[in-house]
Structure formats: structure tokens, C-alpha cells
């Protein structure tokens, strides 16, 4: 009671006499299942951190770890609970005084009281999951930025770069703090301290490729009738030349084609369509592959391999579609990311989008440091409709989850 009205003479004359302030007298009843399933008392470092009581706290730990006895947490152990002692220093708490401290850290952290969370960790009190976090969106909503920094130094004592430790919290609950601290941060230094851990978190485990279409049946139709006016029975202006085909082969495969071509009555001569924004060695491609029915026989140049992208997904044509988000995503690096991502997007290309996403991931650092194009990507509005940071962020959580799933099979 005197922690926590903060009568600190009063804290001070207990712990004089001998006073306790680790001992908990909690108990939990396991066959009761009403609000009288616990009781006794909390410690009395958890009532101070509870309602925010720094000096009776201080004096407390102060008076507590001098009355302090029995077994001291070996280094081993410490190390392995996340809070290295001081160089030459063995720990100055017991094991029974380290659990009492974790838990009013956790009250503290519960109770917005990020002062007296952090004073707790100074004294070597090592983190939970849950109240790093809590702290961490206590010190993002003050935005007390060197806090924040703080805080993201010490994630991998919270969370060491093994699945194991990311949990549903952390993939819900963390996750999504740490992308939106990203999302508003103005220091570079807070970015790129973010840009590292989600980093580490993806894991360098090769990015899922895009596969190949399976291949294609023997070709359909002589290659020698593309753009062969002999039996053409429709005419492309690409460009201002004129390209020929035959409707037979060109609206079996694309429903944009048929959908072109289908109103047109017969004729004397064949139909003249306008093709624009497409250049006419990329309709010729096109072309190529429709007569074929397959990709193999294509010679698309890797400058024009996104080029080849936008044509396929305007005349719908998924297997050629593919065949370029295979392509690129091999090309994918620092110098072109932000152009694949911007076409995978606008033409549909959803796996090479996704591809994109896990590349920025595991390269993060590197390509905030490379130019701008990618802040301008991930902070700017480039793409109106599309959140490029709450796409990383779901594609975050499934490769967590994939990896999980996976290792539980084994």
C-alpha cells in the first residue's frame, strides 16, 4: 500500500526493518474459474511500476537486492535470458528477484509507464516480447525518437533471428508496428535501423522464384504464317506498318482478340485494326507466340522482356504473361527493383509483385542507401491505390508463416 500511494518515508522505513519488496503471495487457483481464482498480493516492485512510483521503486530495488540471498543467476543464464551483466560484475539479483523484476516490467509496460520500463531494462531486467512492444508504441505515439532508436537496438535480444521466437504476437502485433514506425519516421538513421530487422527477420533464404509456364503442345500453325498475307484474314497497324493474321489462330488463345475481332462482318478485304501503344517488334512477339502456342521459340531481348509483360496482360494471354515475370524476376537488383515493381503492379504480373516485395525484404538497407527511387517508392505515391508498405508487410507474415508451417513438418 505505501508503494503504491508513492509514500516513499514509508517504503524506506519497511525495507529498514526488513521488508521484502520481491515477495509475491499470489496464488493461483487452477480449480476455480471465477475472479476468485487469484489472490494474495503483488510484489511490491510490481505495484510501484503499476502506478508509476520511480522513486519507491528505486528504493525498493535498492533496499531488496542488499537483503537479497540465496541462488544468483549464473552468466549462462542471464545470457540466455537476454541481459549480458556488466562487464566484471556478477548479477546482483536472484533468480526469485529476476522473475519479480520481469513481471513489473510488464505491469509498467502495461500501465504506460515507458520511464520506468526503461529504467528496469538499465538494470539489467531483460526483455519480454510483449513489453518491447508496448514500449516501443508507447515511445512511437510521444514520438520520442531517441527512444525509438533505443528500443530497436536491442530487438534482437527480444527476438534472436530463429523462428522459434516469432510468435502470433509478433507476427500481428509487432509486425505491424515496426512498418507503421517505418511509414512516419523522418530519420534516416530510425529507417535503416528498421530497414535491418525486417532484414534479418525475412531471412536470407533465396527469394521463392517465379516458375516457368508448363510447356506449351507442338506448335499449332506453321511459323511461316505470321504475318504471311497468303489466307490473312485481318490487318494490325502497329506503328504505321501493316502486320497480318489470321483470326482462326489469333482468337483461340486471347479473349481480347475475339472480343476485337468478333464484331467484324465479312468483308471483301480483310479488317483493319489500329493497335496503339504497343511498338511493332513487341506485336510481332506477340504474335509469335500465339501462332506457336508456346514460349520456347521466343527471342524476346531483356530490354524488352516488360515491354513483352504489358503486351501479354492486355491481350490476356497468361501463359506469355508468365514467361516474362519469370524472365524479370531473374533480372531483378538494385539498379532496376523499382521499374519491375511499378509494371508488375499496373500489368497484374502478381507473382512477379510478389517476388519484387521479397526482393526489397532481404535487401532493404542496401536499396535505401542505393538512390532515392525506393523512398520514393515506399514512402511516396507512385502507385495511387496500391500500399507498397502493407504489401511488404503481408508478405512479411506469410514467409514467417511459410517457414513455421515447414518446420513443424519435419
Given at each position: 500500500m505505501a508503494c503504491g500511494v508513492g509514500n516513499l518515508e514509508l517504503v524506506?522505513?519497511?525495507?529498514?526493518?526488513?521488508?521484502?519488496?520481491?515477495?509475491?503471495?499470489?496464488?493461483?487457483?487452477?480449480?476455480?474459474?471465477?475472479?476468485?481464482?487469484?489472490?494474495?498480493?503483488?510484489?511490491?516492485?510490481?505495484?510501484?511500476?503499476?502506478?508509476?512510483?520511480?522513486?519507491?521503486?528505486?528504493?525498493?530495488?535498492?533496499?531488496?537486492?542488499?537483503?537479497?540471498?540465496?541462488?544468483?543467476?549464473?552468466?549462462?543464464?542471464?545470457?540466455?535470458?537476454?541481459?549480458?551483466?556488466?562487464?566484471?560484475?556478477?548479477?546482483?539479483?536472484?533468480?526469485?528477484?529476476?522473475?519479480?523484476?520481469?513481471?513489473?516490467?510488464?505491469?509498467?509496460?502495461?500501465?504506460?509507464?515507458?520511464?520506468?520500463?526503461?529504467?528496469?531494462?538499465?538494470?539489467?531486467?531483460?526483455?519480454?516480447?510483449?513489453?518491447?512492444?508496448?514500449?516501443?508504441?508507447?515511445?512511437?505515439?510521444?514520438?520520442?525518437?531517441?527512444?525509438i532508436d533505443q528500443l530497436l537496438q536491442d530487438f534482437l535480444q527480444v527476438c534472436p533471428s530463429d523462428d522459434s521466437h516469432y510468435s502470433k504476437q509478433f507476427i500481428y502485433e509487432c509486425l505491424p508496428?515496426?512498418?507503421?514506425?517505418?511509414?512516419?519516421?523522418?530519420?534516416?538513421?530510425?529507417?535503416?535501423l528498421l530497414a535491418d530487422i525486417l532484414c534479418a527477420v525475412y531471412g536470407w533464404e533465396p527469394v521463392p522464384p517465379v516458375r516457368e509456364p508448363p510447356p506449351a503442345a507442338p506448335a499449332r500453325v506453321d511459323p511461316s504464317y505470321v504475318n504471311n498475307p497468303s489466307l490473312a484474314d485481318v490487318t494490325f497497324r502497329v506503328e504505321g506498318r501493316l502486320f497480318?493474321?489470321?483470326?482462326?489462330?489469333?482468337?483461340?488463345?486471347?479473349?481480347?482478340?475475339?472480343?476485337?475481332?468478333?464484331?467484324?462482318?465479312?468483308?471483301?478485304?480483310?479488317?483493319?485494326?489500329?493497335?496503339?501503344?504497343?511498338?511493332?517488334?513487341?506485336?510481332?512477339?506477340?504474335?509469335?507466340?500465339?501462332?506457336?502456342?508456346?514460349?520456347?521459340?521466343?527471342?524476346?531481348?531483356?530490354?524488352?522482356?516488360?515491354?513483352?509483360?504489358?503486351?501479354?496482360?492486355?491481350?490476356?494471354?497468361?501463359?506469355?504473361?508468365r514467361h516474362c515475370e519469370a524472365r524479370a524476376a531473374k533480372s531483378v537488383d538494385l539498379h532496376n527493383l523499382v521499374s519491375v515493381y511499378i509494371h508488375a503492379k499496373v500489368y497484374g504480373a502478381t507473382q512477379l509483385l510478389e517476388y519484387c516485395q521479397g526482393f526489397l525484404l532481404q535487401n532493404m538497407v542496401a536499396l535505401l542507401t542505393y538512390d532515392d527511387s525506393v523512398k520514393r517508392l515506399l514512402f511516396g505515391k507512385r502507385l495511387p491505390g496500391h500500399n507498397v508498405l502493407g504489401a511488404l508487410l503481408t508478405t512479411l507474415q506469410k514467409r514467417i508463416e511459410s517457414r513455421k508451417n515447414q518446420s513443424k513438418s519435419r
Amino acid at each position: 500500500m505505501a508503494c503504491g500511494v508513492g509514500n516513499l518515508e514509508l517504503v524506506q522505513l519497511l525495507l529498514s526493518h526488513g521488508a521484502d519488496p520481491f515477495l509475491s503471495t499470489q496464488i493461483n487457483d487452477a480449480l476455480c474459474y471465477s475472479a476468485a481464482a487469484q489472490y494474495g498480493c503483488y510484489s511490491a516492485v510490481a505495484v510501484c511500476c503499476a502506478h508509476g512510483r520511480r522513486a519507491c521503486l528505486r528504493a525498493a530495488v535498492r533496499g531488496g537486492a542488499r537483503a537479497g540471498g540465496g541462488a544468483v543467476l549464473s552468466l549462462e543464464e542471464v545470457l540466455a535470458e537476454g541481459a549480458p551483466p556488466a562487464a566484471g560484475r556478477p548479477p546482483p539479483f536472484t533468480k526469485q528477484q529476476q522473475r519479480a523484476l520481469q513481471d513489473a516490467m510488464y505491469y509498467a509496460a502495461e500501465t504506460d509507464h515507458l520511464d520506468i520500463t526503461l529504467e528496469l531494462r538499465a538494470l539489467g531486467v531483460p526483455w519480454s516480447l510483449h513489453a518491447w512492444t508496448l514500449s516501443l508504441a508507447a515511445a512511437a505515439e510521444a514520438s520520442l525518437d531517441h527512444v525509438i532508436d533505443q528500443l530497436l537496438q536491442d530487438f534482437l535480444q527480444v527476438c534472436p533471428s530463429d523462428d522459434s521466437h516469432y510468435s502470433k504476437q509478433f507476427i500481428y502485433e509487432c509486425l505491424p508496428l515496426l512498418f507503421n514506425i517505418l511509414r512516419y519516421s523522418k530519420k534516416e538513421g530510425t529507417v535503416l535501423l528498421l530497414a535491418d530487422i525486417l532484414c534479418a527477420v525475412y531471412g536470407w533464404e533465396p527469394v521463392p522464384p517465379v516458375r516457368e509456364p508448363p510447356p506449351a503442345a507442338p506448335a499449332r500453325v506453321d511459323p511461316s504464317y505470321v504475318n504471311n498475307p497468303s489466307l490473312a484474314d485481318v490487318t494490325f497497324r502497329v506503328e504505321g506498318r501493316l502486320f497480318y493474321g489470321h483470326k482462326i489462330v489469333l482468337v483461340s488463345e486471347s479473349p481480347r482478340l475475339r472480343a476485337m475481332l468478333a464484331g467484324d462482318a465479312p468483308q471483301a478485304s480483310a479488317p483493319l485494326v489500329q493497335i496503339n501503344d504497343i511498338r511493332y517488334h513487341i506485336f510481332e512477339q506477340v504474335m509469335k507466340y500465339l501462332y506457336s502456342g508456346g514460349c520456347s521459340g521466343l527471342d524476346v531481348a531483356e530490354c524488352d522482356v516488360l515491354e513483352v509483360l504489358a503486351a501479354a496482360s492486355f491481350f490476356q494471354l497468361m501463359p506469355l504473361q508468365r514467361h516474362c515475370e519469370a524472365r524479370a524476376a531473374k533480372s531483378v537488383d538494385l539498379h532496376n527493383l523499382v521499374s519491375v515493381y511499378i509494371h508488375a503492379k499496373v500489368y497484374g504480373a502478381t507473382q512477379l509483385l510478389e517476388y519484387c516485395q521479397g526482393f526489397l525484404l532481404q535487401n532493404m538497407v542496401a536499396l535505401l542507401t542505393y538512390d532515392d527511387s525506393v523512398k520514393r517508392l515506399l514512402f511516396g505515391k507512385r502507385l495511387p491505390g496500391h500500399n507498397v508498405l502493407g504489401a511488404l508487410l503481408t508478405t512479411l507474415q506469410k514467409r514467417i508463416e511459410s517457414r513455421k508451417n515447414q518446420s513443424k513438418s519435419r
